[in-house]
């Protein structure tokens, strides 16, 4: 009988856990691309995005001033009764990463497809992250697509080239909302792991997303005033109660990417959340910021999405490694 | 004797307080086909699943191909098909890119993948609808894909779990075939299924399941023998004997047991073939032989016979 080496007897696993990735990440997009629900989302966004660029170019051409960042403005000027493009996009991209992940690991279960999978020589890892990969991978291709599309569609509409920082922005406000998009898609697939049931798992993610989109900045107003109460009327109190509102307000996804987009995309953004006078003395209001400064100013968001989306991401992990296979 | 291809000391499985599988000691040697049965519950899937490092064992020690499954995953799924209980593909992919897939999983591309799958649909008979969608498939259809994708990875052990259930005889019948001609490649495979039959036909051992334990291991002659007392089933129908015939019958050598049906009727367990002597010994008695016919144990009987003793001894 042979034995086997003494360095496989520790309990260390054999070979990468990310054995088989890239065929799943392929095997997945192949899907997600040609799927159904894949081009009625893709309809979806390519109508909001002409509508409102388009809306933000009428409008844009009746109060054309001297704007340096002229094509920022496509994606963030609003025109009643359509909300601007940035604005959109905040409600769009949790539905189409939600819509990407919901059914990705019990789908498999229900297909009957799981056991066959994991007799492959892979790991659950190359599978879960594979999944994951696809998701962010097909949302970062229809948000590059959308960005062609309104770049194309304002030197076409606008006949201005645009500059170089705004090319920089805009690659940044892609890259942010793929990392938006990836809380969303992280939080789809831990729901379709807890949940065997495609449908719970959609309602579940669905409700999740809507109760921090809407209902958690209105939570955070009344919350705020129970944990920083005012008692003696102070300004301290004040600041202290706005700040507290403020902080809560940022533990939803949706608070942190708007406010992402609000520095990236308005360079005259010189502050996100709460500035006294005394911090405004020097400042000549109304320049705009270099890009780095910007960033500077976003990087604790940023920080925050993707920290979030990992710990997301971990606890699918967790959860997945000690499902049992069997049915 | 080479090693054998699966190895079990003590395997032990239990969730939570339930014991799935209790202390098996299985050995199966190569180009061995070999099957389990047991009710629904007693451990087989479980066991199975083990064998694979799909789950891992409370206690004892597995070798499949000389490696451990809990530690050499990899190593151990590259080197072993496994079929489940209940194969679901992607049903809007054609059978090729179902197999695409599976062949990209196993490190396969290119040509390589390409003629393996085209080799693996031709074996099962599956080439003609290799671009159909598999939502088109019939049942049968699909445990054929499901072993052409086993056959992809060029395994030298098949695991098979209830492969045959569901199917129609004839669906049945050609399956048993493609397992018999993996025996003749020298491929090892191990079988789980309820229907009795077919295991018979097809296995060179089997085990039986009961509550995590297997109860049974060997041939199916040997498994008569223990169960039964007897590997052979004489039907004997003569007239014109004695009362005291059965007791004659009793003493012909090689006879285990004498059932008297009838007056004319007895059925007669034998570790042999006995019918000669059976004959011989009827008409010494002065008695008319009518009938003999002689067959060997079917594992129905066994199957049937050892839950019935198991379950007298446990309502006793």
Known sequence: ?327 | MSDPVIETHGLTKRYGDTVAVDGLELSVGQAEVFGLLGPNGSGKTTTILMLLGLTEPTAGSVRVLGLDPARQPLSVKARVGYMPDEVGFYDDLSARLNLAYIARLNGLSGQTAQSRISEALERVGLSSVSDHRVGTFSRGMRQRLAVAEVLIKQPRLIILDEPTQGLDPEGAREFLDIVRSLKEQGITVLLSSHLLPQVQAVCDRVGLFRRGRMVLCGTVPELARRVLGGAYRIDLLADGLGDDFAATLGQVPGVVAVTPQDATHYTVSAADDVRADVARAVVEAGGRLWRLDSETASLDDIYVHYFQEVGHVESA
Do not use: C
């Open chain 1, 1 to 327: 009988m042979s034995n086997p080496p003494e360095t496989v007897r520790f309990r260390t696993r054999e070979g990468s856990p990310w054995t088989g990735l890239w065929a799943v990440v392929a095997k997945e997009m192949a899907d997600h691309l040609t799927s159904t629900r894949m081009r009625i989302l893709e309809v979806l966004i390519v109508l909001t995005a002409v509508g409102t660029v388009y809306a933000a170019m009428q409008s844009l051409q009746q109060t054309v001033a001297q704007d340096p960042f002229l094509l920022l403005k496509l994606f963030t000027t609003a025109r009643e009764p359509l909300p601007a493009f940035v604005g959109m996009l905040g409600f769009l991209v949790p539905l189409i990463a939600i819509a990407l992940a919901f059914d990705s690991i019990n789908g498999e279960f229900n297909r009957r497809t799981m056991s066959r999978i994991l007799a492959q020589p892979i790991y659950r890892d190359a599978l879960l992250l594979g999944k994951f990969l696809a998701g962010l991978f097909t949302l970062a291709l229809v948000m590059t697509a959308i960005w062609l599309l309104i770049i194309g569609l304002g030197i076409v509409g606008m006949g201005l080239p645009p500059s170089g920082e705004e090319v920089a922005r805009s690659l940044w406000f892609l890259l942010v909302t793929v990392f938006y998009g990836g809380i969303w898609l992280a939080l789809g697939m831990v729901f379709s792991i807890a949940f065997r049931q495609p449908a719970t798992a959609a309602l579940a993610a669905i409700a999740v997303w809507i109760f921090l989109t809407a209902f958690w900045s209105i939570l955070a107003g009344l919350i705020a005033p129970t944990l920083a109460p005012i008692q003696m009327g102070l300004p301290q109190e004040y600041l202290a109660q706005a700040e507290m509102q403020l902080t809560l307000a940022r533990l939803s996804p949706s608070t942190l990417y708007a406010e992402s987009m609000l520095a990236l995309m308005n360079p005259n953004t010189r502050a996100l959340g709460l500035v006294l006078p005394s911090q405004l003395y020097g400042a000549v209001l109304g320049t705009p910021l270099p890009l780095s400064q910007s960033l500077l100013l976003i990087w604790p968001q940023l920080t925050g999405l993707i920290a979030a989306t990992i710990l997301l991401f971990a606890l699918g992990y967790v959860l997945f490694q000690r499902q049992e296979i069997r049915a």
